[in-house]
């Protein structure tokens, strides 16, 4: 069911499947709601893919129905998933994730999650950079008036992980970045955090301090 300012979904949404430069976005008050056993991949197989929820003064709302959400998928390159809050906190909305992966295998390459200028995510647990990945990040930037927000409800964050693979994950980075202004970037509500589960060069970031260690 799609209309002009409210879709849902019951199936598999796909932001580029073996493509490239396609963008999914919402914007203006738009909202999407994944039902059912759905669920939603950005990059899948290809390159530079893009979902955007961009807010402002009227909410943008992206409810994942506690359904998986990932962004590159395979050989994927460079796919984005970008949360801005348009400079009010909680502007733009992606709640009710499910597994969240930036990175899922070998081949995932530079894939990213950036929550800015007051967005807001709420998920389940998340790996930066899974099986075999390379260089996936998620970054959480604060603006000059409006707090961003990433909650995981609780659940662990895995910043580099092996589980399964053949390969070390290298090269996966979490960065919370106030933009020079306490509490205007915030992680919180995690788990269990492990950076670099048996990968090399993985790195978890407050502000400039950097914290190579896994914590469990």
């Known amino acids: 069911d799609w209309s002009s300012d409210v879709c849902s979904s019951d199936l598999l949404l796909q932001v580029g499947s073996s493509a490239g430069g396609n963008r999914f976005i919402i914007t203006n008050g738009g909202a999407l709601f994944i039902n059912g056993a759905g669920g939603v991949i950005i990059g899948v197989g290809g390159s530079n893919n893009t979902a955007l929820i961009n807010g402002g003064g009227v909410l943008s709302l992206w409810n994942n129905g506690g359904n998986l ?3 590159g998928s395979g050989t994927a390159l460079s796919n984005t998933m970008v949360i801005s809050g348009g400079g009010v906190s909680g502007g733009a909305l992606v709640t009710n994730v499910g597994a969240l992966t930036v990175g899922s295998s070998l081949g995932s390459i530079g894939n990213s999650l950036i929550i800015t200028n007051g967005g807001r995510l709420f998920s389940g647990t998340t790996i930066i950079g899974g099986n075999d990945a390379s260089s996936n990040s998620a970054v959480v930037i604060g603006g000059p008036i409006a707090q961003s927000l990433w909650n995981l409800n609780g659940n662990a964050l895995t910043i580099g992980n092996i589980s399964g693979g ?4 290298t090269g996966s980075v979490v960065r919370i970045d106030g933009a020079g202004i306490a509490g205007r970037a915030v992680l919180t509500n995690v788990g269990v955090l492990t950076v670099g589960n048996e990968g090399a060069a993985n ?7 950097l914290d190579r260690k896994s914590t469990r």
């Open 69 to 71: 959400l990932t962004i």
């Open 166 to 169: 053949t390969s070390a994950t």
């Open 203 to 209: 790195q978890f970031a407050v502000g400039n301090q």
